[in-house]
């Protein structure tokens, strides 16, 4: 069964950067989106960014625009998260996330059946 596997979380300081990926490891999936979440203590987990895999489209929450990129290894089925000048309110649990989500599920949980297993970013002086 395909799962998915992230990787590249860790601590920084305010104003640093972090690169996550997300690896695509037993099979293929059928999939035309994959997605990154976060979830924060306390907080329900919230959309950040999404990309299109056919046509590459992205989209970024508001709270990230400009300052994270996400990105595509289209032939390893690996995605990218480059994450610069971070700030506390960044750290989280960051999830990577694929399916077959439709223009109004995108950036919700539910546009999306595969799921990794989480990674931790802590943004802490």
């Known amino acids: 069964q395909a799962q998915l596997v992230e990787s590249g979380g860790g601590l920084v300081h305010p104003g640093g950067s972090l690169k996550l990926s997300c690896a695509t490891s037993g099979g293929s999936i059928d999939i035309n989106g994959m997605a990154w979440f976060r979830q924060a203590p306390g907080k329900e987990r919230e959309f950040v960014a999404s990309?299109?895999?056919?046509?590459?489209?992205?989209y970024y929450s508001d709270s990230v625009k400009g300052r994270f990129s996400i990105s595509r290894d289209r032939a390893s089925g690996t995605i990218y998260l480059q994450m610069n000048n971070l700030d506390p309110d960044d750290t989280a649990i960051y999830y990577c996330?694929?399916?077959?989500?439709?223009?109004?599920?995108?950036?919700?949980?539910?546009?999306?059946?595969?799921w990794g297993q989480g990674t931790q970013v802590t943004v802490s002086s």
């Open positions: 996330a694929a399916g077959r989500p439709i223009t109004s599920t995108a950036t919700t949980v539910r546009g999306y059946s595969y």
């Open positions: 990309l299109r895999w056919r046509g590459g489209g992205t």
